[in-house]
């Protein structure tokens, strides 16, 4: 600011004037920034539930996008009626639309035992990138697997 503007200007709006231009700078930064690096927004992919024999799973995958550096969907098991000693690692495979298989590379949750368990199963993402997938859970005792199914493209 220009210092013959200042003396004419009581010292609380002076104040006020050169905080509203720091203010301004700032958000013309960001949306500078944010305007030579444009971020590919995830899709929202809705969360899943089945239940089958008192046993309730709930799946909600996070970011699939091609950007990911793992797939990772949220997994909650729930009953009252039996041990959840499930290995997800061991029972779940993703499958793309051209029925190829890929299994889990790690689990991040709740160990096997008791009634709620909750965690986050990852996988490889699949590349090239997929219109689809759909996630199989197969549970001991259960004669199918628990399937979801969501729509990338």
Do not use: C, Y
């Not at 709930?58 to 009626?81: C, G, N, Q, Y």
């Not at 008791?114 to 549970?139: M, N, T, W, Y």
């Amino acid at each position: 600011m220009h210092k013959s503007i200042l003396k004419h200007v009581p010292p609380p709006a002076a104040l006020a004037l050169a905080f509203l231009v720091v203010a301004a700078g700032g958000a013309v930064m960001v949306s500078n920034a944010s305007a030579r690096t444009p971020a590919k927004e995830a899709v929202e992919l809705a969360a899943q539930k089945s239940k089958t024999g008192g046993v309730t799973v709930t799946v909600k995958p996070r970011d699939l996008s091609s950007e990911a550096r793992a797939w990772v969907f949220e997994i909650v098991l729930e009953t009252h009626v039996q041990d959840l000693s499930d290995d997800l690692t061991k029972t779940a495979v993703l499958v793309d639309g051209a029925g190829r298989q890929t299994i889990p590379t790690g689990w991040q949750g709740d160990g096997p035992g008791g009634h709620h368990r909750k965690g986050l199963l990852s996988f490889a993402p699949l590349s090239p990138q997929v219109d689809a997938v759909e996630l199989h859970i197969r549970r001991a005792g259960e004669s199918a697997p628990r399937s979801f199914r969501w729509k990338l493209k």
